[in-house]
């Protein structure tokens, strides 16, 4: 019976970098003594036009204090399940979460050195090259050292990494 409860809590997990907590913190901060108040502005004042059955002002801040609600739920479920990586953990060895890796893709000749970090799924940011250890890149590069060869299967086909270095 404990396992069930212990892979029950290991589900929960959200693993985050400090500055990603950092970051959950500061959004439901935000959501929680600013954003609150907003919503509840707009009701009060759409509230004050009368009649709620055709009030589309109403309708939207009601469903703007649903979402506001539904991710303050959300965030707080994430920061008390959060697990926070530190360097301490990590194996400078081996890619793994929190790693800056450097890649190369050798099936393209003309390609240049990319460069990722491995992170949980809450963190993972494409456009800061912050990906997901569930991503199919992410997934692929864990465990792995600098030297190896690494195929990634993505939905436009394979693609070959080397590893360059590990950071």
């Known amino acids: 019976m404990a396992k069930v409860n212990d892979q029950t809590t290991d589900e929960k997990v959200t693993l985050v970098t400090k500055e990603g907590l950092a970051k959950l913190k500061e959004e439901l901060d935000n959501l929680k003594n600013e954003k609150r ?7 009060k004042e759409a509230i004050s036009y009368g009649d709620l059955s055709e009030n589309s002002e109403y309708e939207e801040a009601k469903n703007e204090q649903a ?13 008390k399940h959060a697990q926070v990586i530190t360097d301490k953990k990590q194996d400078k060895a081996s890619v793994q979460i929190g790693t800056k890796v450097s890649v190369k893709n050798i099936g393209n000749k003309n390609s240049e050195k990319e460069i990722f970090v491995i992170v949980g799924s809450t963190e993972a940011n494409p456009l800061e090259n912050k990906i997901s250890n569930e ?6 590069l864990l465990d792995k050292v600098k030297g190896d ?10 693609v ?8």
């Open 37 to 43: 108040r907003q919503v509840a502005e707009r009701l």
């Open 67 to 79: 979402f506001v609600e539904g991710r303050i739920l959300e965030l707080e479920e994430k920061i």
């Open 149 to 158: 060869i690494v195929k990634v299967y993505i939905p436009d086909g394979v």
């Open 160 to 167: 070959e990494y080397e590893i360059l270095a590990l950071e």
């Open 135 to 140: 991503s199919p890149v992410g997934s692929a």
